[in-house]
């Protein structure tokens, strides 16, 4: 083959290539010329040498201010060419006066892909690109503070102030764990209240029978009838034997009415409940008097008593909640007024949402 056919020249500089070169079909002499040709001369920039104009166009940009990313953006290049020049040579090397992008605040030492001082830094950054703006403090109306502080510093709660000034309870707390500790707080004296236990309580302290009786005939005496809970319209769950005696008889306020302590069947018939008087209690239950038993569960009372010739049977159903009753280690009937009994039946527990709360002003 003649030897001018299989003559080539690099591409770059012009000089012939070898024939090893020619038959595996470089188009370079050398991989200098290589490099020149695809990335472009060498460039010394400072202490910097890199090949390519859009390079050194890159680090000059981050050099005044621009991100990685935002360099690479306005050349056109890939941000992964920056970043590896970046590896290669030193953050501190390419820019030295590197600081941070929220606080301005110098990253002398820093790692070479730092671009915050701290976390917060980063965070708020974070919150300024998601959003578009950065976070507005709260307005505080001092006025309103001040007023809720020197109420705070006069003894009075963080719940009251925030509902006197129309303030947030947190905001009322945070105030105070902030500034409370300014001044000494008084000790404002709260209303003196006689300290009254339930009847249900007191009479489960009883340890007698007689010690029980008494405390109910005493609740009975001195309770008012305008403090007494409302009895309602319904027959299954308020039904008073007294009541019902009274429609039979004028002569129910005088009987006796005895409570059986011990929990029994709560809806057997008259036959069970005279047995229990028979075996039990050792009365005759046909003298008239008024025997009434209560369920095991405490929700309902069976009342039986003898009317002209005539078993009376009486029952009263708890809806909700149970009635006082009297402990099962007593012994016999307990003896109870006709007061004494119309309280045992309405009793009721006085629930939180019927308790009203007075709203003070402010002095």
């Known amino acids: 083959m003649a030897e001018d056919t299989v003559r080539k020249d690099c591409l770059y500089c012009g000089a012939p290539l070898k024939r090893h070169q020619i038959l595996d079909h470089y188009q370079y002499c050398s991989k200098a010329c290589y490099y020149a040709a695809r990335y472009g001369e060498k460039i010394t ?15 000059k940009l981050c050099r005044d201010g621009m991100t990685q990313r935002e360099a690479a953006e306005t050349l056109g290049i890939h941000h992964s060419v920056i970043a590896r020049l970046f590896i290669k040579h030193g953050a501190d090397v390419i820019v030295p006066e590197r600081a941070c992008a929220a606080c301005g ?3 002398a030492g820093f790692r070479n892909g730092s671009k915050y001082c701290s976390k917060e830094c980063e965070y708020k950054m974070l919150y300024s690109r998601t959003y578009g703006r950065k976070p507005v403090p709260m307005d505080i109306d001092l006025e309103v503070r001040q007023l809720a502080l020197d109420l705070y510093w006069e003894g009075y709660d ?3 102030i925030s509902r006197s000034l129309n303030v947030l309870p947190k905001t009322v707390r945070s105030w105070v764990h902030r500034y409370g500790f300014a001044k000494e707080r008084k000790i404002r004296p709260r209303e003196i209240r006689p300290h009254v236990r339930s009847l249900r309580l ?3 302290e009883a340890e007698t029978s007689e010690e029980w009786t008494g405390i109910l005939e005493a609740a ?4 008012d009838g305008s403090k007494m809970p409302r009895e309602t319209e319904t027959s299954a769950e308020w039904r008073s034997l007294l009541e019902t005696a009274a429609e039979t008889n004028d002569e129910s306020s005088t009987s006796i009415i005895r409570l059986f302590p011990a929990g029994v069947y709560g809806h057997a018939e008259w036959g069970y409940y005279a047995g229990i008087v028979i075996d039990f209690l050792k009365m005759n239950p046909f003298n008239g008097d008024i025997f009434v038993f209560c369920n095991l569960l405490h929700n309902t009372i069976t009342a039986i008593t003898w009317r002209n010739d005539t078993f009376i049977l009486t029952r009263a159903q708890k809806v909700s909640g149970t009635y006082i009753w009297p402990p099962e280690n007593t012994q016999g009937s307990m003896l109870v007024s006709n007061g004494a009994f119309r309280l045992l039946l309405s009793y009721q527990k006085q629930k939180p949402c019927q308790k009203v709360k007075k709203r003070l002003e402010i002095p």
């Open 158 to 160: 963080s719940g009251f």
């Open 220 to 223: 009975a005496e001195t309770n």
């Open 202 to 204: 007191r009479l489960n």
């Open 105 to 107: 605040k110098s990253l």
């Open 45 to 59: 920039w400072g202490n910097i040498t890199v090949r390519g104009a859009k390079r050194v166009e890159a680090l």
